[in-house]
């Protein structure tokens, strides 16, 4: 359990003002995160505890399809960038070039092939070693014209890439299904799987198209074609001239919806093990080149976009599942050691408990609590003790109910 006496980042009474959107502006205001820069984002305890639960439920999913997961550098080497062509301002302009001494320079990494690749060509020596797929929560760096939205657009950020290698594109196909059912699943734990698409968009020099997982979102900087027939969707970034076709059945009557972007998969085919010369042994003793396959999440941007969907007119509303925390005991008068015990017998049906034990009063402790949008609001006091137990009230509802509890007092 934790005390929130002990806690040294307290609320503000209001939205700050700049805040350009209202879950960003709510994350601040209840001490979640603080602004360094535009773009950039400190996230203090309960932040924190939000962002690391949206990990764990990321890391389950792709531990259950044999995924390993790795930490790699923030820092790329040059020469590795040179190597697949994409040092050149012109071929990727979001990329940060940072000086180093003795004239050298180096990459902030925006995403990882460069990285990994070489990594895995001391591995994937043989097929016996495929497929394989490594993963990593990194810190993602990318040169933003214009960082907007708080936490949606930023040009500094916490991703979730994934990376697989294969004997061959079939083996590819299927892993990519893998995936896109892993994505589906971290989505609908996160509770925003009904409001998730996943769409077309440009494969870029890759392929023919990727795929991207869009949520719907009023703020959000993306639009979706929905086919009118099937109900494909479609970035907006295939659509020329307003001339929808459908990828799918061909139809071409659509409607729109506007979204924000969360997660992303692409087929690479050889580019990346090519350029640094991976090849794999078959089973008869001849050469292959792995194919690749690569998968983002942004998870910090996940965070800002579950505060702007689940947010109302008092405070941010989490998902159990990422709370930061289950249960917010709310202690009125001289109770805490009656709220020390509940939290103790919360805790050992594995809920995770904050305690209010601040020398305040009820008002500011009730507003705080909704602010912080955790599930359970728990208030013990005189009144709620001479009724024989604690007052539970439930995020987001104006029910208040006694729950009957033998206090040791």
Not at 44 to 55: F, K, T, Y
Not at 126 to 146: D, M
Request: negative net charge; hydrophobic residues 40%.
């Amino acid at each position: 359990m934790n005390f929130l006496s002990n806690h040294i980042f307290s609320t503000l009474k209001t939205i700050p003002q700049g805040s350009d959107n209202r879950g960003t502006g709510l994350l601040l205001q209840a001490g979640f995160i603080r602004q360094e820069m535009a773009g950039v984002y400190i996230f203090l305890p309960m932040g924190l505890r939000v962002l690391r639960n949206i990990e764990s439920i990321i890391r389950d999913e792709l531990d259950a399809i044999g995924a390993q997961e790795i930490l790699m550098t923030a820092l790329g080497s040059k020469e590795h960038w040179m190597t697949t062509g994409r040092w050149d301002q012109e071929k990727m302009d979001i990329l940060f070039h940072v000086p180093a001494s003795r004239s050298k320079e180096y990459a902030l990494n925006p995403t990882h092939e460069e990285i990994v690749t070489p990594l895995m060509n001391e591995f994937v020596r043989s097929y016996k070693n495929l497929p394989a797929a490594v993963y990593q929560f990194q810190t993602k760096f990318r040169n933003e014209v214009r960082a907007k939205s708080g936490l949606l657009r930023g040009r500094e950020f916490l991703m979730k890439d994934l990376y697989s290698f294969h004997e061959t594109s079939e083996h590819l196909d299927v892993y990519f299904e893998k995936v896109r059912e892993a994505y589906v699943s971290i989505f609908n734990r996160l509770e925003i799987g009904d409001k998730t698409h996943y769409a077309f968009a440009s494969g870029g020099a890759f392929s023919k198209y990727s795929y991207e997982f869009q949520t719907e979102l009023g703020i959000g900087e993306d639009t979706l074609y929905v086919c009118d027939a099937c109900g494909q969707k479609v970035n907006n970034e295939l659509i020329q001239d307003n001339n929808f076709i459908c990828p799918s059945c061909e139809h071409t009557s659509a409607h729109t919806i506007t979204t924000s972007e969360v997660g992303n998969i692409f087929k690479l085919g050889d580019k990346f093990s090519k350029d640094f010369q991976l090849k794999t042994s078959t089973k008869d003793g001849s050469n292959i080149i792995p194919v690749m396959g690569c998968y983002g999440i942004g998870v910090s941007r996940l965070m800002g976009v579950i505060a702007e969907i689940f947010a109302d007119d008092v405070g941010l509303i989490w998902p159990k599942a990422i709370a930061p925390y289950t249960d917010y005991i709310l202690v009125q008068c001289d109770n805490k050691k009656s709220a020390i015990q509940l939290a103790l017998q919360l805790e050992k049906s594995g809920k995770k408990v904050l305690i209010d034990d601040r020398d305040m009063g009820f008002g500011k402790k009730a507003k705080d609590a909704d602010l912080f949008g955790i599930p359970n609001r728990i208030v013990i006091s005189e009144k709620t003790l001479a009724k024989g137990g604690y007052e539970l009230k439930v995020r987001g509802s104006s029910v208040e109910t006694i729950v009957q509890y033998d206090f040791d007092i």
